[in-house]
């Protein structure tokens, strides 16, 4: 039903708006007015992102303006804009909206302490956008929504309208701008859905780091003595995964801020990744797949209607997003003390580090600005080996100070609550992908125990000489040749050759930190001890 709700203030005149509306009324209007959306046998809503399965960070940019111009680490990632091109596709923006026979506004905040939340207002053309905001956002009641007054951030997503490729700087039909002073993002030529959370994501690491907040790209539960666990990773590497822990409160799978208070959760929801997916791997994610959820870019059976989870014809990049309160064991309000344990999730495609290691807090910054994970081969002629990644804090597409200004914050913070750190790898064991294989998840699980249930505190430990990390030597269930790597590995010889290489990748990488960062924390990196 439209409300008397309006968008004059920005120069949109489209009257019939759906504001804040209930999950049934989206799943009709999707249903009805979007190609393509069709209803699960489970009843969650599928639908199509178009022709951008992904995120496309080539085509994001940052206003340059003189009150936070200095802040910015500009480069690759954090590329700049100037304000008249911004208008520009503000006004593109506007003129798409101002066409539409409808449009969906969701007001809602993100951020669970109401200390440090701001208020955002997502403007877009589709029902499946506004359904994803609604799971991803955390929802005002009646009575907050009255008092809503104006937003702190204001998303134009226009994302089914392109970009004009003459304009000056674009460098496709996408574009996703941010402009910091004028509290905005313009979303143009793309329908991932995903652009607006991450858009918000980068708001976050801007804002909170000025009042001493450590931003986190990282998922975060919490046991029944009230022991906080922070796991770091990359896409692929298990956070989602992992943290979905049935003998634990899930505070949140991706985005977090650690405050002086404690933790909290960014965002009301999860997005979780669905290839593959199965209720025996991961029940807690497969079960929230129903009534609510967006399932997006996946393969069914155009007559059961069931989804094959396998089928990556469309995207490797499946999505359910769903409200976190779909998970059984979940904290309510997503925030919780300071955190007890933190963990670096790896995916090692070339087997050579440890399936579990303890660090020091400066191995941990290390680490954190690292952001090191490793991708299986591609499908291109000629590419078999691993492919190592490198995202500094685990989240560098999103982070707009220079990475040492979180790694700062991350090892005050650990120092100052005394934080154990861990690096854990869910990749390769007994050789690099193709030769040998992919650890155990119950193994990983029974690792993640063995931190929570306090069991490496009572084993031995042996060090890595070149990387400088504590293996324990035993886990409850987990093989003990499994947590040395090099056991692993029939090929001894190799293995030295392979984390020899490993090494020179991540001192390499350092390299473009190294004068920025503090003597002890490029210490710790790893060396080739070995002549």
């Given at each position: 039903?439209?409300?008397?709700?309006?968008?004059?203030?920005?120069?949109?005149?489209?009257?019939?708006?759906?504001?804040?509306?209930?999950?049934?009324?989206?799943?009709?209007?999707?249903?009805?007015?979007?190609?393509?959306?069709?209803?699960?046998?489970?009843?969650?809503?599928?639908?199509?992102?178009?022709?951008?399965?992904?995120?496309?960070?080539?085509?994001?940019?940052?206003?340059?303006?003189?009150?936070?111009?200095?802040?910015?680490?500009?480069?690759?990632?954090?590329?700049?804009?100037?304000?008249?091109?911004?208008?520009?596709?503000?006004?593109?923006?506007?003129?798409?909206?101002?066409?539409?026979?409808?449009?969906?506004?969701?007001?809602?905040?993100?951020?669970?302490?109401?200390?440090?939340?701001?208020?955002?207002?997502?403007?877009?053309?589709?029902?499946?956008?506004?359904?994803?905001?609604?799971?991803?956002?955390?929802?005002?009641?009646?009575?907050?929504?009255?008092?809503?007054?104006?937003?702190?951030?204001?998303?134009?997503?226009?994302?089914?309208?392109?970009?004009?490729?003459?304009?000056?700087?674009?460098?496709?039909?996408?574009?996703?701008?941010?402009?910091?002073?004028?509290?905005?993002?313009?979303?143009?030529?793309?329908?991932?859905?995903?652009?607006?959370?991450?858009?918000?994501?980068?708001?976050?690491?801007?804002?909170?780091?000025?009042?001493?907040?450590?931003?986190?790209?990282?998922?975060?539960?919490?046991?029944?003595?009230?022991?906080?666990?922070?796991?770091?990773?990359?896409?692929?590497?298990?956070?989602?995964?992992?943290?979905?822990?049935?003998?634990?409160?899930?505070?949140?799978?991706?985005?977090?801020?650690?405050?002086?208070?404690?933790?909290?959760?960014?965002?009301?929801?999860?997005?979780?990744?669905?290839?593959?997916?199965?209720?025996?791997?991961?029940?807690?994610?497969?079960?929230?797949?129903?009534?609510?959820?967006?399932?997006?870019?996946?393969?069914?059976?155009?007559?059961?209607?069931?989804?094959?989870?396998?089928?990556?014809?469309?995207?490797?990049?499946?999505?359910?997003?769903?409200?976190?309160?779909?998970?059984?064991?979940?904290?309510?309000?997503?925030?919780?003390?300071?955190?007890?344990?933190?963990?670096?999730?790896?995916?090692?495609?070339?087997?050579?580090?440890?399936?579990?290691?303890?660090?020091?807090?400066?191995?941990?910054?290390?680490?954190?600005?690292?952001?090191?994970?490793?991708k299986v081969a591609g499908t291109e002629m000629g590419v078999t080996e691993p492919q190592?990644?490198?995202?500094?804090?685990?989240?560098?597409?999103?982070?707009?100070?220079?990475?040492?200004?979180?790694?700062?914050?991350?090892?005050?913070?650990?120092?100052?609550?005394?934080?154990?750190?861990?690096?854990?790898?869910?990749?390769?064991?007994?050789?690099?992908?193709?030769?040998?294989?992919?650890?155990?998840?119950?193994?990983?699980?029974?690792?993640?125990?063995?931190?929570?249930?306090?069991?490496?505190?009572?084993?031995?430990?042996?060090?890595?000489?070149?990387?400088?990390?504590?293996?324990?030597?035993?886990?409850?269930?987990?093989?003990?040749?499994?947590?040395?790597?090099?056991?692993?590995?029939?090929?001894?010889?190799?293995?030295?050759?392979?984390?020899?290489?490993?090494?020179?990748?991540?001192?390499?990488?350092?390299?473009?930190?190294?004068?920025?960062?503090?003597?002890?924390?490029?210490?710790?990196?790893?060396?080739?001890?070995?002549?």
């Amino acid at each position: 039903m439209s409300t008397p709700f309006n968008l004059e203030n920005y120069g949109i005149h489209t009257t019939n708006i759906y504001r804040n509306t209930s999950v049934p009324i989206l799943y009709e209007l999707g249903l009805r007015l979007e190609k393509g959306t069709a209803i699960s046998d489970v009843g969650a809503l599928m639908t199509y992102s178009g022709e951008k399965t992904g995120r496309s960070p080539k085509d994001k940019r940052i206003v340059k303006h003189p009150d936070s111009e200095g802040n910015i680490d500009w480069g690759s990632i954090n590329i700049g804009l100037d304000e008249h091109t911004f208008m520009v596709n503000h006004e593109r923006a506007i003129d798409y909206l101002n066409i539409c026979e409808h449009l969906y506004v969701v007001d809602a905040f993100a951020g669970w302490d109401p200390k440090y939340r701001i208020k955002t207002r997502i403007i877009c053309t589709r029902a499946y956008h506004a359904l994803f905001m609604r799971n991803m956002l955390i929802m005002p009641t009646e009575g907050e929504l009255a008092d809503f007054g104006e937003p702190d951030y204001v998303i134009f997503n226009a994302g089914q309208f392109p970009a004009n490729q003459y304009t000056s700087e674009m460098t496709s039909k996408t574009s996703v701008d941010i402009n910091l002073e004028r509290k905005e993002i313009v979303i143009l030529g793309t329908e991932y859905a995903g652009e607006m959370k991450k858009g918000i994501f980068s708001i976050m690491n801007y804002l909170m780091p000025l009042q001493n907040v450590l931003p986190m790209h990282c998922s975060a539960n919490v046991g029944e003595n009230d022991d906080v666990t922070i796991l770091f990773g990359l896409s692929g590497t298990g956070k989602t995964t992992l943290s979905a822990d049935p003998k634990r409160k899930l505070i949140g799978d991706d985005e977090h801020c650690w405050t002086n208070e404690g933790t909290f959760n960014i965002e009301g929801g999860c997005y979780a990744k669905a290839i593959d997916l199965s209720a025996e791997n991961e029940p807690d994610i497969f079960n929230a797949i129903k009534f609510g959820t967006v399932l997006e870019n996946v393969v069914y059976n155009k007559e059961t209607r069931q989804v094959d989870y396998s089928d990556t014809s469309i995207t490797q990049n499946t999505r359910a997003s769903y409200p976190i309160h779909y998970i059984d064991n979940v904290q309510m309000p997503c925030k919780a003390g300071h955190p007890e344990n933190i963990t670096f999730l790896t995916c090692d495609a070339f087997g050579v580090l440890p399936p579990v290691s303890k660090l020091s807090p400066e191995q941990a910054s290390y680490h954190f600005i690292s952001g090191y994970t490793a991708k299986v081969a591609g499908t291109e002629m000629g590419v078999t080996e691993p492919q190592a990644t490198f995202s500094a804090c685990f989240g560098a597409a999103f982070m707009m100070w220079h990475p040492n200004k979180y790694a700062e914050l991350l090892a005050k913070k650990i120092k100052e609550h005394k934080v154990t750190a861990w690096l854990v790898n869910t990749g390769w064991t007994g050789g690099a992908h193709g030769v040998g294989s992919r650890i155990k998840l119950k193994y990983t699980r029974a690792m993640i125990d063995a931190i929570h249930n306090k069991d490496f505190d009572s084993v031995d430990f042996v060090k890595d000489e070149e990387f400088g990390f504590q293996i324990p030597t035993s886990c409850p269930g987990v093989p003990s040749e499994v947590l040395v790597p090099k056991n692993t590995w029939d090929d001894k010889a190799k293995y030295d050759e392979v984390k020899k290489k490993l090494i020179k990748l991540f001192t390499d990488n350092f390299k473009q930190f190294a004068t920025d960062v503090n003597a002890d924390i490029v210490a710790a990196g790893p060396k080739n001890l070995a002549s």
